[in-house]
Nanobody
Framework: HVQLVESGGGLVQPGESLTLSCAGSGGDSLDGYAVGWFRQTPGKEREFVAS????????FYADSVKGRFTISRDNAKNNVYLQMNSLKPEDTAVYYC???????????WGQGTQVTVSS
């Protein structure tokens, strides 16, 4: 069973930046997979933030983060990153990464990493 590991969250002030990392729990658990970042706040469904194809040739973003967040990956290190700039209080959430499974949906979620944006 593959489970991804998210890290890099924290408490920041509005306008500041954070970089989240997503790593596979096994040696090749991201190999060949598109990977996405999602976020969730209490009482709400998990929402899409960004995704990136295996080759990193294509990246997709939610309108709410477009122009502020950048998703990237280093396949040699089996890691995917989410650079978050100009953070807003509404970005506060638990952030999860998931890989796109053959069924078409995302899965293999980790425990998530908390991002809090507050002054």
């Amino acid at each position: 069973h593959v489970q991804l590991v998210e890290s890099g969250g924290g408490l920041v002030q509005p306008g500041e930046s954070l970089t989240l990392s997503c790593a596979g729990s096994g040696g090749d658990s991201l190999d060949g997979y598109a990977v996405g970042w999602f976020r969730q706040t209490p009482g709400k469904e998990r929402e899409f933030v960004a995704s990136i194809t295996w080759s990193a040739g294509n990246a997709f973003y939610a309108d709410s983060v477009k122009g502020r967040f950048t998703i990237s990956r280093d396949n040699a290190k089996n890691n995917v990153y989410l650079q978050m700039n100009s953070l807003k209080p509404e970005d506060t959430a638990v952030y999860y990464c998931g890989r796109k499974e053959p069924t078409g949906g995302f899965g293999s979620w980790g425990q998530g990493t908390q991002v809090t944006v507050s002054s």
